[in-house]
């Protein structure tokens, strides 16, 4: 099966005043149909460069975009705007039309595309029905809470029937409740209608919340890529694992003490592997943070252990560990 998007060598350059800013850095990545993908990374690490680049809003200074088999830079602007018909996008600050009611704003794509009056007037009743919001159709934007605008967006970003969808930081500006709805509906969306969807965000718990897929860029280079699970259970690079534990609110007590970080799925037993640890090595550990997940519909533990104080005993623990196959990361390097 070919990607519905191939990201090959992409390179961006920026040029300001006398500088080089060297936004993306031989980027290469395969997106399949139906995958849920996330772009993460910290503030300039060239996320949105990226995003931009998946629809031609930014062209690249090198490299090659395909989706669904078009390489990009090949396509007369005739053809790269019918191409662009097929990649929706939402935003971090929805880009309504304020003057518009809810209604309107779900029937501009398609008066745009010439769609009658009548016909566009019903999809877009369709499509805030699926939103959750046929009731707010004569409302206007600014009567709406962000969660609602975001709704509104998704609706009409449906209306234009595309195959893929780019959210640039859509759940950024929402509170953690709102972030959580708004993310379940793109998961139904993406379910319902085989949309895939690629989502850039600065939040490891976006991506945990709904992605299949992740890949970390920082300074512009990818650092990693992979399934969520396996990158959640053991992350290779300095940059993935800044990620995962940054959420950690434990990460005070975790400075200069040894711990470790143990992932399992929920259904293994570790609790006497933890329980047979302590008897066998004869002392004691602190368990600082234990949390389960749900990714992408597989349920992972995972526990931060404070070791002991004797290196020789905290060692002995991480073989202990390891000979119980969990996967085991010693912290001391990232925290903090
Ligand atoms: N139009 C532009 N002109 C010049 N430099 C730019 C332009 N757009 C982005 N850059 C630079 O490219 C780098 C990557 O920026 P980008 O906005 O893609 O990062 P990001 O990961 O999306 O960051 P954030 O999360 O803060 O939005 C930054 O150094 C930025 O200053």
């Known amino acids: 099966m070919e990607p519905i998007i191939k990201i090959e060598h992409l390179d961006k350059w920026f040029k300001v005043k006398d500088m080089d800013v060297h936004a993306l850095d031989d980027i290469s990545l395969d997106i399949y149909k139906g995958e849920i993908y996330g772009i993460i990374g910290m503030s300039g690490a060239g996320k949105s ?47 309504l039309l304020m003057q518009r009611n809810v209604l309107d704003n779900v029937c501009f794509p398609m008066e745009l595309a010439g769609v009658k009056k009548k016909d566009a007037r019903e999809k877009a009743l369709e499509y805030l029905k699926i939103v959750g919001l046929e009731e707010k159709a004569k409302a206007y934007p600014a009567q709406l809470s962000g969660g609602q605008k975001q709704r509104v967006a998704i609706a009409r970003v449906l209306a234009s029937d595309p195959k893929i969808l780019l959210c640039d930081e859509a759940t950024s500006a929402l509170d953690p409740q709102t972030t959580k709805s708004i993310l379940q509906l793109l998961k139904e969306i993406n379910q319902k209608y085989g949309i895939t969807i690629v989502i850039i965000t600065h939040e490891m718990a976006v991506v945990q919340e709904i992605c299949s897929h992740v890949a970390i860029i920082d300074h512009g280079k990818l650092a990693e890529h992979g399934l969520v699970s396996d990158i959640f259970t053991a992350p290779k690079s300095k940059e993935a694992k800044k990620l995962i534990y940054q959420g950690y609110e434990h990460v005070k007590e975790m400075k200069g003490k040894r711990c470790v970080r143990i992932v399992f799925s929920e259904n293994s037993s570790f609790e006497p592997v933890i329980g047979n640890m302590v008897l066998t090595c004869k002392a004691p550990v602190n368990i600082l943070y234990a949390h389960t997940t749900d990714l992408d519909g597989v349920a992972k533990g995972e526990m931060i252990l404070q070791l002991p104080e004797d290196r020789i005993i905290g060692d002995q623990m991480i073989e202990y560990l390891k000979k119980a196959k969990l996967a085991v990361e010693v912290l001391e390097d990232y925290v903090g």
Do not use: W, Y
């Open 49 to 95: 460069t990226l995003v931009r680049c998946l629809n031609f809003l930014e062209r690249p200074t090198s490299g090659d975009v395909i989706v669904d088999g078009k390489n990009l830079a090949k396509l007369s602007n005739k053809e790269l705007r019918a191409t662009r018909k097929d990649i929706g996008m939402i935003f971090q600050h929805f880009n």
